[in-house]
T-cell receptor
């Protein structure tokens, strides 16, 4: 299994600012993902974080708004740029070990934008 | 359009009974389907995975079925306990080895002592 931590666990931010969320895995994972979970809703995949190359974004999400880095097999960051209240959500990262086809999730980062 | 529906937003059952949660999907051809548990303020935790060529999978008190004709998965918890109270999410992936999971809306299960 893999243990995933995220920093910060929560933050309250002002409109127009940016926040970078860090995701650290305790073992090397082949795939890392970023999800958004809005209040009372399920998880929506934002992007797949690719090591050493640009992330692969899902429909409705763009790099300018959600730049992602993955410099190695155990670490990734997601930045929420030029935030608005609509970005208030929980952001979760996950990792997949080898070819297990299952994902391990971090505890999430609860973001509130005022 | 593509949809993954879990037919109950909330389900209350008595301790000791079997809880049955349903996941129906439309316009997907999943290679496999997974069930996760999510507690408040926590990330989802993987429970079970069932592949398209499998009918049933068991793990301790948990059982999952997968009917690709009905486009439905059932998730059972037998001898339910208050500690089983959580939100349960189904998720499916259409492409084996490329793990883009699409999640259902979740069912919040409460087991009443």
């Amino acid at each position: 299994s893999a243990v995933i931590s995220q920093k910060p666990s929560r933050d309250i931010c002002q409109r127009g600012t940016s926040l970078t969320i860090q995701c650290q895995v305790d073992s090397q994972v082949t795939m890392m993902f970023w999800y958004r979970q809005q209040p009372g809703q399920s998880l929506t995949l934002i992007a797949t974080a690719n090591q050493g190359s640009e992330a692969t974004y899902e429909s409705g999400f763009v790099i300018d708004k959600f730049p992602i880095s993955r410099p190695n097999l155990t670490f990734s960051t997601l930045t929420v740029s030029n935030m608005s209240p609509e970005d208030s959500s929980i952001y979760l990262c996950s990792g997949e070990l080898g070819t297990t086809d299952t994902q391990y999730f971090g505890p999430g980062t609860r973001l509130t934008v005022l | 359009s593509q949809k993954i529906e879990q037919n109950s937003e909330a389900l209350n059952i008595q301790e000791g009974k079997t809880a049955t949660l349903t996941c129906n999907y439309t316009n997907y051809s999943p290679a496999y389907l997974q069930w996760y548990r999510q507690d408040p303020g926590r990330g989802p935790v993987f429970l079970l995975l069932i592949r398209e060529n499998e009918k049933e999978k068991r793990k301790e008190r948990l059982k999952v079925t997968f009917d690709t004709t009905l486009k439905q998965s059932l998730f059972h918890i037998t001898a339910s306990q208050p500690a089983d109270s959580a939100t349960y999410l189904c998720a499916l992936d259409e492409r084996a080895g490329a793990n883009n999971l699409f999640f259902g809306t979740g069912t919040r299960l409460t087991v009443i002592p």
